[in-house]
């Protein structure tokens, strides 16, 4: 199941990843895990790459794991906490417009960082922090599981064929495709395997994900001429 016949009589809901998706948090993220990385006398550039593809303590796991998982979390933890307080942030164009534009029913953030976190980015950034974040903290597996995404839709009441993922990166698309969900890819030069559709950027995208949720008819062809659909 695709999500792509949702019902048209049926309430519609997008659920959006954050970081790289609503908030461009790349170079805090290389930030913070370069300074971790110097703390344990680690490689940077490797911590990072590791950290791109893993959870925190997988992470750890596997570049440091003659160390205490849980000291190294509690140090990564301060870190992304300062960076919060302290680091510079900016949200993708039509971030701000679209999420005002949606009706605050219908979407939900699903994220594998802290809702602390996230709601102290969206006031930095001026954006809308919704009734739902569902982060880390609130499911036991992470994506690539399905599971983020499927406890989302059932706090909303929503089937997962009535959602429409918006994500960045393949271990969102996939669990959004697992959670049998449209998914959308957004800010990527190409398109992240997997993804129903593809958009160079969130601007391109936001009339789009409205149409979604307002069960407007679809684009004419000739305004879908940026998007790409795979798969």
């Not at 990385?37 to 550039?45: K, P, S």
């Not at 880390?136 to 909303?156: D, M, N």
């Not at 395997?193 to 684009?219: K, M, Q, T, W, Y």
Request: charge should be negative.
């Amino acid at each position: 199941m695709t999500g792509e016949a949702a019902r048209p009589d049926r309430a519609r809901y997008v659920l959006f990843d954050v970081d790289g998706t609503l908030i461009d948090a790349v170079s805090n993220q290389r930030r913070v895990w370069a300074t971790w990385a110097r703390r344990y006398g680690l490689d940077a550039d490797e911590v990072h790459r590791v950290a791109l593809r893993t959870r925190p303590l997988e992470t750890f796991a596997e570049v440091a794991p003659d160390r205490d998982p849980q000291e190294c979390l509690a140090a990564l933890h301060d870190l992304e906490d300062d960076d919060v307080r302290t680091g510079v942030y900016t949200a993708f164009d039509g971030a701000a417009e679209l999420l005002r534009a949606l009706p605050t029913q219908c979407w939900a953030l699903v994220t594998s960082n802290y809702a602390h976190r996230v709601r102290g980015r969206f006031r930095r950034t001026d954006l809308p922090v919704p009734r739902l974040i569902v982060d880390a903290a609130a499911v036991e597996e992470g994506k690539p599981s399905p599971v983020p995404y499927l406890r989302a839709a059932e706090l909303l009441g929503a089937a997962p064929q009535d959602c429409l993922v918006i994500e960045d990166a393949p271990s969102g698309v996939r669990s959004g495709r697992e959670a049998g969900m449209t998914v959308w890819g957004v800010n990527t030069a190409v398109a992240v395997d997997g993804v129903h559709r593809h958009f160079r950027s969130l601007r391109e995208a936001a009339p789009h994900i409205l149409s979604f949720a307002e069960h407007r008819a679809p684009a004419r062809p000739q305004e879908q001429a940026h998007a790409h659909r795979t798969g």
